[in-house]
């Protein structure tokens, strides 16, 4: 008997779910799902000479135009030679900058995926069949315009998660990360940026592809 397996990667706190939703597909599948007790380390904007020595299994994992991989393995698996440790908010900087979504923050069970701008580099357009895709499929096929898009704001005064974004006095969005002064917010598409806002200045996330306005 010929079997296959996957190995899902998502971001930490969020396997239990991740777990929960699949496990709603299995009618009349012959499949398991296990949650396995692995470790992982995130590397992020690695060096071009940066290697690892553990029998660890890496994970692309690219943020839009910044290189990365996950190490994951069952046993102890050590950082690559020449990497850097970073603690929790250095690392959410990183990813803040990049502009990639995460889990809880800006990819919720709300979230239009193609507003997140991961569409792209996230979905096959060619072949298989997942959760959301007649939504995906639709909305690729109207020219990929959606309500929303994640946008930079480069904050001129303190903020939180949470907080409006406004423009001429208009709700045009909410903060869904922050990261000192730079923030990550899901602006109404009408909003062309660059433009200021009750919060900052409202920016476009380069590398990242998204529907345009109109």
Not at 17 to 28: D, G, H, I, K, V
Not at 123 to 146: M, N, P, W
Not at 147 to 166: E, F, I, T
Request: hydrophobic share 45%.
């Amino acid at each position: 008997m010929v079997t296959h397996g996957f190995l899902l990667d998502t971001d930490a706190g969020y396997g239990a779910a991740m777990e929960a939703r699949l496990r709603r597909f299995l009618l009349r599948t012959k499949a398991t799902i296990e949650a396995l007790d692995w470790q992982a380390i995130a590397v992020r904007n690695p060096g071009p000479t940066l290697v690892t020595t553990s029998a660890a299994l890496i994970v692309k994992a690219d943020w839009h135009g910044q290189r990365g991989f996950d190490l994951l393995g069952d046993g102890t698996i050590e950082p690559p030679l020449g990497a850097v440790r970073i603690e929790r908010p250095a690392y959410e900087r990183l990813r803040v900058e990049a502009g990639w979504p995460a889990m809880g923050a800006e990819l919720t069970p709300d979230t239009i995926p193609a507003e997140s701008g991961v569409v792209p580099e996230a979905a096959s357009f060619a072949k298989g069949c997942y959760t959301g895709q007649e939504l995906v499929a639709r909305i690729d096929s109207r020219g990929g315009h959606v309500p929303h898009l994640l946008r930079h704001v480069r904050l001129g005064r303190p903020a939180k998660a949470g907080d409006a974004v406004q423009v001429d006095g208009r709700d045009v969005g909410t903060l869904t990360s922050v990261a000192g002064d730079l923030a990550l917010a899901y602006i109404g598409r009408a909003v062309e940026p660059p433009v200021d806002s009750s919060l900052g200045a409202i920016e476009a996330i380069e590398g990242a592809l998204f529907a345009t306005a109109s």
